[in-house]
């Protein structure tokens, strides 16, 4: 079992930076690929970014790439999202995932933070 427990959200204004971390705790949780989605108001769950456990190979949605980075701190099991540049359309709850690969897909991660909210204003 692993527990992801997330930090960072908050109100911001267009083109301000933001930081999330999840910090992942848990049994075997070093060999966890890691995960950032975001889910706005009435739309489905979307990937944002993925780094692999082994090589810390990274992807990203293509609305975010040039913009967010995706980081992981294994020793202290934890993972990061950076965010610079953000927009109105980057506002959604984010979300921390851990599963076996580090895929682009929500049902491949088999545990989940609690969310936290990230509103961006104009």
């Known amino acids: 079992q692993v527990q992801l427990v997330e930090s960072g959200g908050g109100l911001v204004q267009a083109g301000d930076s933001l930081s999330l971390s999840c910090a992942a705790s848990g049994r075997t949780v070093s060999l966890y690929n890691m995960g950032w989605f975001r889910q706005a108001p009435g739309k489905e769950r979307e990937f944002v970014a993925a780094i692999s456990f082994i090589g810390g190979v990274t992807r990203y949605a293509d609305s975010v790439k040039g913009r967010f980075t995706i980081s992981r701190d294994s020793a202290k099991n934890t993972a990061f999202l950076r965010m610079n540049n953000l927009k109105s359309e980057d506002t959604a709850v984010y979300f921390c995932?851990?599963?076996?690969?580090?895929?682009?897909?929500?049902?491949?991660?088999?545990?989940w933070g609690q969310g936290t909210q990230v509103t961006v204003s104009s």
């Open positions: 995932a851990a599963g076996p690969r580090a895929a682009a897909t929500a049902v491949e991660y088999a545990y």
